[in-house]
């Protein structure tokens, strides 16, 4: 098929997204409620209450909360109900939720449209959702008072029930109808900490049964009548086209039932999953990858090297690095190297797409479902009305999800071929031609004084810029990129001297938002050359950084923390060593500890690491807890593991067989110590990612007195002779 629906496309979803009007919105305002969806659940349990989009309560005390955000395994379906049972003076008992349908009434406070990532979820709904359910339990106590005759005053509430001084009392689901009555008040006021009931405590997830029972359903579970299974052949890098396609013997294939050609790759359409694997792994095509045809890890890095060396664009200018480093009397060079990754989710990427005519339905678990009802609308031409896009669990999503790449192709499988369209893209499909977290160098220069203090720090980083690549952003006249900067240009170290710019390049591979973001590989960068300058002042790494700290409170306050609570200075048991990291990402602050030993032939084995979070006010601890602990796994797996190669225009790896994540006997005991904090919540989700790297990385070098400036760590330079 020839088709011209590519730039369309792309202009589709930028002028969708720039119109959207990503900024912060502040204030607080009850949004109406949601679609059709909602109101059917709440008409068929009776009279509702349904004050705003994210609550419903129903005749039979069935409190239901709705969630805008994506469930990807971060809690996002159990934080969000306990904001708003913490201020309604809920019964968790009678608390259930459910996903909300695409609206912009559920639109991310912090992006203005309805998107999950950047750990924003609690931070951006903090307050919005808590406000909508003190109104709620304003207008129960309004209509509960109005009925008793009473000052609303001398009313309370409690665990899901108005209750009077005279011993009179009603459940919220009594007073569903009259208080749907009442006005909700404009701004009404929130609980001090002190007498939250819920918020703070370790309460089950509400989505753990379905998970366990196998009621809960992900995108790849999702069937529909007369639906067709695609399996692409998809471009290996950006620019690539299909030159000549013989189809002929993928056509014979049982149960195949149409090839297609799209902007995106050759699809094979089939009743099931394995005929359609099988006619397109039939499909012989020739494709011309044009100037990305010779592409190798070694030009990358070539191309990396060179825009570190001269980066034009500053991020951070402060006092005078020549005069700083004629001040010095010890300096120091390093280059440091990460390389591209892949997210590797554990579902399988995966859209259902069927169009209707003038109407369009998606079921995909998908980072994005907002944008991506603009965007379609655009792929299909019709109204975002007309598009309805259900949000499934997600199996991982790391930023991989936010992608909008296989939704749009379902989309267009379906609208050519006239049938409901399931597109699955294999772990294999994936990793070879998707979106990876950019690779990247960093030239570091600094000077120490007689003292062993810094007197000069001076970093160029050579990196793909995502902003480019996301479609939606556009880097600044500065010329930096602040995600490839980020945890470098706004490092929390007292150092008077200091230039750290931005130098883009652009290999080719297309580049995305990875778990931290940019913060992934900087965090490792910095940590480890402030590390080497520790080496270089001869102090211990731990106090030369909380030396450094005089003005970073919170950074000091969880870097003494992960030292205390891991014995910082105490002996270890023979052949562990220590290192340490700090870091600062999406609002919260992060300091682990790893214990590490390194075996004669070279493979370091962690054993321990103990992390420090102030991540604000808690929600759940028990969700803080296992994200820390799931983002150092998959930190540690990076570290070890991670590596994107290329050779002649393709990506080498294809699967866990060659792309290793972390396995069950290599975990180390992981300690989370969540510091309490009254300052505004942070994100969680992926804060515990950054310092894992320079912690081990460090620890390493305790052990071995080699530093390892490359990621993954090749154990073949630890060898022992």
């Not at 000077?447 to 001076?458: A, R, S």
């Not at 080719?508 to 590989?521: C, E, K, T």
Request: hydrophobic share 45%.
């Amino acid at each position: 098929m020839d088709t011209t629906t590519q730039d369309p496309v792309n202009a589709g979803r930028r002028g969708f997204m720039a119109g959207s009007g990503a900024a912060l919105v502040l204030g607080f305002s009850l949004p109406i409620a949601g679609r059709a969806a909602t109101k059917a659940a709440a008409a068929a349990a009776g009279p509702a209450f349904q004050p705003n989009a994210w609550l419903r309560i129903t005749p039979d005390n069935r409190i239901t909360v709705v969630c805008g955000s994506a469930e990807m395994g971060q809690g996002v379906l159990t934080a969000i109900p306990m904001l708003m049972a913490e201020e309604l003076d809920a019964d968790w008992q009678q608390v259930h939720v459910e996903q909300a349908p695409v609206d912009q009434a559920y639109a991310n406070p912090m992006f203005g449209m309805q998107v999950t990532g950047g750990s924003t979820t609690v931070r951006a709904h903090w307050e919005p959702v808590r406000k909508a359910g003190a109104a709620a339990r304003a207008m129960l106590v309004a209509a509960a008072a109005e009925q008793w005759k009473v000052d609303p005053a001398s009313c309370r509430t409690e665990a899901g029930q108005v209750l009077h001084a005279s011993g009179k009392k009603l459940s919220y689901g009594a007073l569903a109808a009259a208080a749907a009555q009442q006005k909700a008040p404009a701004n009404p006021p929130l609980k001090s900490r002190a007498d939250f009931k819920i918020l703070g405590k370790p309460l089950k997830r509400l989505d753990t049964p379905g998970k366990v029972n196998g009621s809960a359903k992900y995108g790849i579970d999702v069937s529909v009548p007369g639906m067709l299974v695609a399996v692409m052949a998809r471009a290996p890098l950006p620019g690539s086209k299909p030159t000549k396609v013989d189809d002929a013997k993928a056509k014979a294939m049982p149960g195949v039932k149409a090839v297609l050609t799209i902007p995106s790759g050759v699809a094979v359409l089939a009743t099931g999953y394995w005929a359609a694997k099988k006619g397109r792994d039939a499909l012989a095509i020739t494709w011309d990858q044009g100037a990305l045809a010779g592409l190798s890890s070694d030009k990358v890095s070539a191309m990396l090297a060179a825009a570190a060396d001269d980066p034009a664009a500053v991020a951070l200018s402060e006092g005078n690095v020549k005069d700083g480093a004629a001040t010095a009397t010890t300096t120091l060079d390093a280059t440091y190297e990460a390389p591209y990754l892949a997210h590797a989710c554990m579902e399988p990427l995966n859209c259902t797409a069927w169009v209707k005519g003038d109407e369009v339905e998606v079921w995909a678990g998908t980072q994005s479902q907002g944008p991506a009802q603009g965007i379609l609308s655009q792929v299909v031409s019709v109204q975002p009305a007309k598009v309805r896009i259900n949000t499934m669990l997600l199996g991982g999503g790391f930023g991989r999800r936010f992608a909008p790449d296989f939704v749009i192709d379902a989309t267009l499988l379906s609208k050519i071929s006239g049938a409901p369209v399931k597109l699955i893209y294999s772990r294999e499909d994936d990793m070879a031609a998707g979106f990876y977290r950019p690779a990247s160098v960093a030239k570091c220069s600094a000077g120490l004084d007689d003292k062993g203090k810094p007197v000069m720090l001076k970093i160029g980083v050579g990196s793909p810029s995502i902003m480019a690549a996301s479609g939606f952003m556009q880097i600044p006249p500065s010329g930096v990129d602040s995600f490839a900067m980020e945890g470098v240009a706004d490092h929390p170290y007292d150092i008077a001297n200091q230039l750290l710019r931005y130098g883009r390049s652009e290999p080719g591979p297309q580049v995305w938002f990875w778990r931290s973001v940019g913060h992934s590989q900087n965090i490792f960068f910095i940590e480890s050359f402030i590390d080497e300058l520790a080496a270089a002042a001869r102090q211990d790494p731990f106090e030369f950084r909380r030396g450094l700290l005089g003005k970073q409170p919170r950074y000091k306050q969880v870097l003494e923390a992960a030292a205390a609570k891991a014995g910082w200075g105490q002996p270890l048991p023979a052949g562990r060593f220590r290192g340490i990291a700090v870091a600062q990402s999406f609002g919260s602050y992060v300091a682990e500890v790893a214990e590490v030993s390194v075996a004669a032939d070279g493979t370091p084995k962690v054993h321990r690491v103990v992390a420090a979070v102030d991540c604000g006010q808690t929600v759940n601890p028990a969700i803080i807890a296992r994200q820390i602990e799931g983002a150092i796994v998959y930190g540690l797996s990076a570290a070890l593991y991670g590596k994107l190669s290329l050779k002649d225009g393709r990506v080498e790896q294809s699967n866990f067989h060659d792309y290793p994540v972390l396995r069950m006997p290599e975990m180390p005991k992981v300690e989370v110590h969540i510091l309490p904090s009254t300052e505004a919540p942070g994100g969680i989700g992926e804060p515990g990612t950054p310092p894992i790297a320079p912690a081990v990385a460090n620890a390493i070098f305790a052990a071995t007195g080699k530093r390892l400036r490359t990621l993954p760590f090749d154990s073949a330079l630890l060898k022992k002779a």
